[in-house]
Every structure is written in C-alpha cells, then in structure tokens.
C-alpha cells in the first residue's frame, strides 16, 4: 500500500493529537512537523514553518492545526498553494469565504482543500443537512453545543493582548434542549440558548480593559450570555487541563399527523482528539480527490462518505449497506 506523505503545521493540542493518530492509520506515515518554534518535544522531525516549501517533493498532504481566529484566514492559503490541505477552521459565519480564498488558491496549484473538518463545523454540519434532508417537508432543527471547552473559543481569548492563559466552556440550556426534542423550540436561536464561560488568567491591571474585548469580539462572544472569570494560574492549572466537549443535533419533523426525532450526539472526553481523528479522515479524503484529478477547495458536505476510510468501497459496500 502506498502511503499518504503527510506533515502538521502547527503543535498545539490539536498538532499533538494529529501526531498521535497519524500513527495509528494504515495508509498515513508523518514525515515531519513545521513550527514557528525550533524546537519541539518529539521524535517526528521539526521544521522551519517559513521553509515548508522546500519540503514541496516529499510532502502529499499538510494538516493545517493552527488557530481559526487569525492564522488560518492569514495562512492558510500560501500552504494551498504547494500541498493539498486540511483544516479545522471554526468560524461558522466566515466558511464561506474562506472557502472560496482557499478555492482560488487550490485550483491555481492543482491542489485540494478540504475546509472545516472539525465536529462543528465538520460532523455536525453532515448531521444538519441530513436530518433537514430527510424531513424536508416540515421540521425543526437545533444545534447545541457542550457542556465544554471551545478551543476555537479559547484561542481567541488568548489572542487578546495581556492575557496569559484562558479557556473558555460552552453550556446549553437543558430546558431548551427538551425543548427542541418536542418540536416546541421555534424560534430560539443558539445565542439564546447557550452561554459562554471564561476563565482568563491576566494582571488585574487589565481586566476591565480585557474583559470589555472579549464581550465586543463579533463572532464569538457578541450576543451571546458572557461570564468572565478572572482567576489566577494555580486555580487555573488545576481546574481547567481537561477538554471535553460534545453537543446536539436534534431535528423534528411532522409527515402528516407522524412526529419524528432525529437526534445525533456527541459525548468528546478529549476535544483535541476527536476534532484531530475528524481532520485526518478528511485528510485522507483530500489526498483521494486529487488522485481522481479534483482540485479546488471542498466543505466536509461535498466529500462522498467512502472517501473518509481507509476501507475499500467494495468492503464498505459489503459490510454497512
């Protein structure tokens, strides 16, 4: 079997985790880490992130794990440019142009993007049509999120000039939930539904000036029920390591006097993780589309189920239909 060359650029928590998985996967091998940083704690070799296309010859496919609020927009599509690629990027309200910037960038080199390949975007996103699709006729759906940490969230805040360490959790609304599973929840929209917890470790000197920022940041935080804590870093080094997360999609819909539920869950006991396996399966995807002589950049909606595995279509076809 030949195997997808694959490289990450980027090694926070989800790099880690992409370095992790990459290793379980028949058809992967990871031929190196590009890193602002000189040095890295792993035994995969470390590159300048400034000479990435150097490596253009022995590379099939990158796994962009950098943070959503400015390095992807910003980066994202020079690294198209030279490889195929695969991201996790998490502004929901932004996908569309970012799809098309990476688009453009993809198709000049010959190359595929797959864009925002996380749960949500990314698996949620697939769940959402598919109950739209199958009860087209008269529904309603709702997306919740957590109880959990948002690292696309969190990212953000740690952004913010003068802040040194910060998470934030996103908690929905049980009534709301129950809500929705009875098909009474019309109307409500995710801010309404959700609140946002942060915990920010930062001088007091700059609190007031930060905690103003995070409530005023479009996208993520304008809108919604904000709680800002401010906490210091051995509360935080002890309360605040986990990531889990998970959430919600739930559709209802009437066929003629027959309600119907359709709700598929997600449980995360680490984040990084499950948004990292996500990412590699696309990944794979990416690396199969430019096999068939695709290019152009891709949304998880466009990528036909049997791509993500490492499975045989005959096999999958044998197996699961």
């Excluded at 020079?78 to 998490?90: K, L, M, N, R």
């Excluded at 959402?128 to 009860?135: Q, S």
């Excluded at 309603?140 to 934030?168: C, E, M, N």
Aim: glycine share 8%.
């Amino acid at each position: 079997m030949t195997k997808i060359r694959a490289a990450i650029v980027g090694y926070g928590n989800l790099g880690k985790s992409v370095e992790k998985l990459i290793a379980q996967q028949p058809d992967m091998e990871l031929v190196g880490i590009f890193s602002r940083r000189e040095t890295l704690d792993t035994e995969t070799p470390v590159f300048n992130v400034a000479d990435a296309e150097k490596h253009t010859e022995d590379i099939d496919l990158l796994f962009l794990c950098m943070g959503s609020a400015t390095d992807i927009p910003e980066q994202a599509p020079g690294f198209a440019a030279f490889a195929c690629t695969v991201d996790t990027y998490d502004n929901h309200r932004d996908v569309p142009r970012h799809r098309r910037v990476m688009d453009e960038a993809a198709r000049a080199a010959g190359n595929v993007s797959v864009v925002s390949t996380g749960w949500d975007p990314g698996m949620f996103s697939i769940n959402r049509v598919y109950g739209a699709a199958m009860l087209a006729a008269n529904h309603q759906q709702h997306t919740f999120w957590g109880p959990g940490l948002s690292q696309g969230h969190s990212d953000a805040l740690r952004r913010i000039s003068g802040v040194q360490k910060a998470v934030q959790y996103t908690l929905p609304s049980e009534e709301a939930l129950e809500k929705a599973r009875r098909g009474e929840a019309a109307g409500l929209t995710g801010k309404q539904t959700h609140q946002r917890h942060c915990y920010v470790v930062a001088p007091e000197s700059e609190h007031e000036r930060i905690e103003d920022e995070i409530r005023t940041m479009a996208d993520y935080f304008v809108g919604y029920e904000v709680e800002v804590n401010f906490i210091d870093e051995a509360t935080f080094d002890a309360e605040h390591n986990g990531m889990p997360h998970g959430g919600h999609v739930i559709t209802t819909g009437d066929t003629g006097g027959f309600n119907h539920t359709v709700e598929y869950i997600l449980k995360l006991e680490r984040n990084p993780d499950f948004t990292a396996s996500s990412q590699i399966a696309f990944g794979r995807a990416a690396y199969r589309l430019k096999e068939q002589g695709q290019t152009g950049a891709f949304t998880v909606l466009e990528v036909a189920p049997y791509l993500l595995s490492p499975e045989p279509l005959e096999d999958l076809v044998s197996r699961d239909v």
